[in-house]
């Protein structure tokens, strides 16, 4: 038997209690999180919201099998931030299909949730009709006869069914009670348990053809904006879904394969995604809270660098003390800046001459590095 099978579905049951531990550090890192974001400079904190677009647009189509290309998504994601200065990339289909999801998501994310919202994301998605060479019914709930099995195909062997979804009569009314409770349930229910129930409601119903688990993540990205009072993406749940897969699944199968409306245990592993999520995120504005005060420094006391001098010192700052064991040489100059060799070893040895870099090596193992005050801080 599947959950939906339950005489008591849709009714979850969650044990607050064993939760508990995992919301309190969850609601912490987010807490975090959030206040870094709001003590960090206006270009860092554009930087930061590109890089969570970035990173959901590439992980969502990860855990799916589909590899966007980084520049290209990159590119997109500033387009639609409002920041400028990026190289002009040609735009990519399936890239700008994801983006246009995770925007319209965001703009979406502080409505009242209706099954055209679901249609248009989904339209969104799969823009050309067809989920690579196949035709689908988009913008629309499936209408197959055929029962929506997700399994794992094996040569010469019967498929592993890990589980079977409603059928698709059942559909719309299975949708009508997700979005009735996902609306009802904004005031009064947990935030983060609210984003993990609807998450394994809507992949539970497996309301589509296909884009099922984007969609489904896209959900949780409007309960969390919902929760947080916020349309701005600063950190990526799909990156850290992603980072483990494999629990994911594992996770989902155990939720949705039995006809057992306790899933304490799914809550749980979500919230503590979640968690992970605004940490990784925290770390991430340390490190942008950390080079503005290094590049404050550099320019207040070496004021006259050049461009590659800059670009030189930026990579040596980004690689750390363990990207250059040699240090940073005339030839890695040379190919990192686009400057003759004569160019490379005198910027190399000015910098060292007033203090900014230190030597290591000597005769043609000679390299140099940051000096160690300037990124003591």
């Known amino acids: 038997m599947y959950i939906w099978q339950s005489s008591k579905w849709p009714h979850w049951e969650v044990g607050l209690g064993a939760v508990?531990?995992?919301?309190?550090?969850?609601?912490?890192a987010q807490g975090r999180a959030m206040g870094m974001a709001s003590h960090i400079q206006l270009m860092d904190y554009g930087e930061l919201q590109l890089k969570g677009w970035s990173e959901e647009a590439m992980a969502t189509a990860q855990i799916e099998g589909e590899i966007l290309q980084l520049n290209s998504v990159r590119a997109s994601a500033a387009r639609r931030l409002g920041l400028?200065?990026?190289?002009?990339?040609?735009?990519?289909?399936?890239?700008?299909a994801t983006m246009n999801l995770l925007e319209s998501v965001m703009v979406d994310s502080q409505q009242a949730l209706t099954h055209e919202h679901f249609f248009a994301w989904h339209a969104a998605l799969f823009p050309t009709g067809r989920s690579g060479l196949q035709r689908i019914r988009t913008g629309a709930y499936r209408d197959h006869v055929e029962p929506m099995q997700i399994v794992t195909p094996r040569l010469g062997k019967p498929d592993v069914v890990h589980y079977q979804a409603p059928d698709s009569l059942d559909v719309p009314a299975q949708m009508d009670q997700l979005i009735a409770w996902f609306n009802q349930s904004r005031v009064g229910t947990d935030g983060l348990v609210r984003a993990a129930l609807a998450h394994l409601w809507f992949e539970a119903i497996h309301p589509f053809e296909d884009g099922n688990g984007r969609l489904g993540r896209a959900l949780v990205e409007i309960a969390l904006a919902q929760d947080l009072q916020t349309k701005h993406r600063l950190w990526s749940l799909s990156q850290q879904i992603w980072l483990d897969h494999s629990a994911y699944y594992a996770e989902l199968e155990n939720a949705t394969g039995r006809a057992q409306m306790d899933v304490t245990p799914w809550v749980q592993w979500f919230v503590g995604c979640i968690q992970k999520a605004a940490d990784a995120a925290y770390?991430?504005?340390?490190?942008?809270?950390?080079?503005?005060?290094?590049?404050?420094?550099?320019?207040e006391q070496f004021p006259n660098l050049n461009a590659s001098q800059s670009k030189a010192i930026n990579k040596l700052y980004d690689v750390g003390p363990e990207g250059f064991k040699a240090g940073m040489s005339t030839q890695k100059y040379v190919h990192l800046c686009g400057v003759s060799r004569t160019t490379a070893y005198r910027e190399l040895t000015a910098m060292h001459d007033m203090g900014l870099l230190?030597?290591?090596?000597?005769?043609r193992a000679t390299g140099y590095k940051l000096r160690a005050s300037l990124i003591s801080f």
């Open 84 to 96: 400028t200065g990026g190289k002009l990339v040609e735009r990519d289909e399936r890239t700008e």
């Open 358 to 363: 230190e030597q290591v090596g000597q005769g």
């Open 20 to 28: 508990q531990a995992a919301l309190s550090k969850a609601r912490y």
């Open 283 to 299: 770390l991430s504005m340390q490190t942008a809270v950390r080079k503005t005060q290094f590049w404050g420094l550099v320019r």
